[in-house]
Every structure is written in structure tokens, then in C-alpha cells.
């Protein structure tokens, strides 16, 4: 089955400074690739995703880019605001639609005043 | 609010019992997924259904079961519980299927609050 593996598992950086969490992933079947964010005790929530025909995405202050070729994903978050700390996790599955996520392990981001 | 209801929030019991989480999935949502999320740990799939019938397993335990009823609705049934079954157990759920459906994006998957179960 698919594994997804994510680094860093806890990330501090100062405010206004960029944060960038790395995953990869396994199984090359998988082709849609979003990133859920999860506030202490609440819910994952979608921030952003990726399907394998689309190098990179923006979304105001976040991206995402995708390398098929290492199976790589990536998230970065520019000019980082207190309220982005939180644990932020990537996943993957195939065909993008009807199939379960596959997790990474999770990062702890802490923006730093 | 994601649209998908999960009950109970909070469920404290004891060592060898059994319980039951159920998860209401959003309108129209046709598949069901359950998470298991212990302590600083990540979202380890335990099984989904899509409309009725189990589409994929994970690391569910045989002690665990679950079903999705003709209302779409969903239950998790935990048994002979061991304290290490304490965790957040959340509920997704999706359009389901492949390809665009009425418009709406599949792929994304809509998570409830979570149940949070301790046992003691």
C-alpha cells in the first residue's frame, strides 16, 4: 500500500519568515496530493492539494509543488502569521476521488512573534 | 462546520468494554472514512465505505468493526477495549466515486469533530 513519509516533524520559525514541509510518497499510482491542517484539539481541515497533472499550486500564501518524477510534494508558506501554527499533514491517494488518504506523520509549526 | 456530525464527543469507560461512535456523513456524500488519531500521533486509516459496502481496510483491529446503514450514516464499533484504544477517532466523508459529481470537486475529504475516547 501507499506510504507517505513527512519531514519535519516540528518546525519553529519567526513571524513573517517561510515555512516549507516536505513528504514523499511511495506508490506512483497516486495522483492527488492535499495538505489538511489541524488546530489543537480540532479538526483536519483542507488547505490546500495538488493533482499529478499540475507541477505547483498557489493559494495567497501558500503553495504547493509536486515532483512525480522523486515523488516528492512539498508545502510552503510564505510571511508566516502566529495563526498558522498548527500541526499540518500531507497525504496522498489514487485517483483523487472515492479513495482513502494516506497520512503523513505530521508537523508541528510554530510561528514564533 | 464541516457538515459531518459525529456522536459522542467525549466517551470515557472502561477496560474489556465495547462502544459505539457514529458519524452522519455530509448531504449527498456517498463515502465514509474512519480515523483513529492517538496522542501526538498521525490519522491512521481504519476502513471505508462508499455507499453502503466496505471499499478499503487499513489497520483496523478484528476487534474493531464497522458498518454504514442505507441513510449513509455510519457506526464504529469498538470491543474488548484496552487502554491503549484511547484516541481521537474521526470520521470523514467524501463525495465518493470518480470524477466531478454535480460540480462539487472529489478528492477532498470533510472531517468531523472527532470522538474522544478514553479508557481507564
Known amino acids: 500500500g501507499e506510504n507517505v513519509e513527512q519531514h519535519p516533524s516540528t518546525l519553529s520559525v519567526q513571524e513573517g519568515d517561510s515555512a516549507v514541509i516536505k513528504c514523499t510518497y511511495s506508490d506512483s499510482a497516486s495522483n492527488y496530493f492535499p495538505w489538511y491542517k489541524q488546530e489543537l484539539g480540532k479538526r483536519p481541515q483542507l488547505i490546500i492539494d495538488i493533482r499529478s497533472n499540475v507541477g505547483e499550486k498557489k493559494d495567497q500564501r501558500i503553495a504547493v509543488t509536486l515532483n512525480k518524477t522523486a515523488k516528492h510534494f512539498s508545502l510552503h508558506i510564505t510571511e508566516t502569521q502566529p495563526e498558522d501554527s498548527a500541526v499540518y499533514f500531507c497525504a496522498a491517494s489514487m485517483k483523487g476521488g472515492g479513495n482513502k488518504l494516506t497520512f503523513g506523520t505530521g508537523t508541528q509549526l510554530k510561528v514564533e512573534l | 462546520d464541516s457538515g459531518v456530525t459525529q456522536t459522542p464527543k467525549h466517551l470515557i469507560t472502561a477496560t474489556g468494554q465495547r462502544v459505539t461512535l457514529r458519524c452522519s456523513p455530509r448531504s449527498g456524500d456517498l463515502s465514509v472514512y474512519w480515523y483513529q488519531q492517538s496522542l501526538d500521533q498521525g490519522l491512521q486509516f481504519l476502513i471505508q465505505?462508499?455507499?453502503?459496502?466496505?471499499?478499503a481496510k487499513g489497520n483496523i483491529l478484528e476487534r474493531f468493526s464497522a458498518q454504514q446503514f442505507p441513510d449513509l450514516h455510519s457506526e464504529l464499533n469498538l470491543s474488548s477495549l484496552e487502554l491503549g484504544d484511547s484516541a481521537l477517532y474521526f470520521c470523514a466523508s467524501s463525495v465518493g466515486g470518480t470524477g466531478l459529481a454535480g460540480g462539487r470537486a472529489t478528492g477532498e475529504l470533510f472531517f468531523g469533530e472527532g470522538s474522544r475516547l478514553t479508557v481507564l
Open positions: 465505505y462508499y455507499n453502503g459496502e466496505e471499499r
